[in-house]
């Protein structure tokens, strides 16, 4: 099993940029995939962005890839999700999900992942 915990979200202005991090515990964190979602109030979770176990591969929802990042640091236990341009509509509580599968293996639907963080809250104002 791994063991998620976001962090780095918080309260910003149209135009920022932030940087969320999630920081792996337990078994190994270069062995999975991982990814990000996002849920807005009164919303479904929608998926983010994806990276496979080594970084070599990763995807983007196209509505955000201009401006969202997904990287990952195995060295460090560490995914990372860079934020630029931040819009009031990015509004949302920021999920980091793992799930086991090959090198090759990205996942872009929620159900698929097997482990899931706490969340960390992003509040864009105008």
């Known amino acids: 099993q791994v063991q998620l915990a976001e962090s780095g979200g918080g309260l910003v202005q149209a135009g920022d940029s932030l940087r969320l991090s999630c920081t792996a515990s337990g078994r190994s964190f270069s062995s999975y995939t991982m990814a990000w979602f996002l849920q807005a109030p009164g919303k479904e979770r929608q998926f983010v962005a994806t990276?496979?176990?080594?970084?070599?591969?990763?995807y983007h929802t196209g509505s955000l890839k201009d401006r969202f990042t997904i990287s990952r640091d195995n060295i460090k236990n560490t995914l990372h999700l860079q934020m630029n341009s931040l819009k009031p509509e990015d509004t949302a509580v920021y999920f980091c999900?793992?799930?086991?599968?090959?090198?090759?293996?990205?996942?872009?639907?929620?159900?698929?992942?097997?482990?899931w963080g706490q969340g960390t809250q992003v509040t864009v104002s105008s």
């Open positions: 990276i496979n176990t080594d970084g070599s591969i990763k």
């Open positions: 999900a793992a799930s086991t599968g090959g090198r090759t293996t990205v996942r872009i639907v929620a159900r698929e992942y097997d482990y």
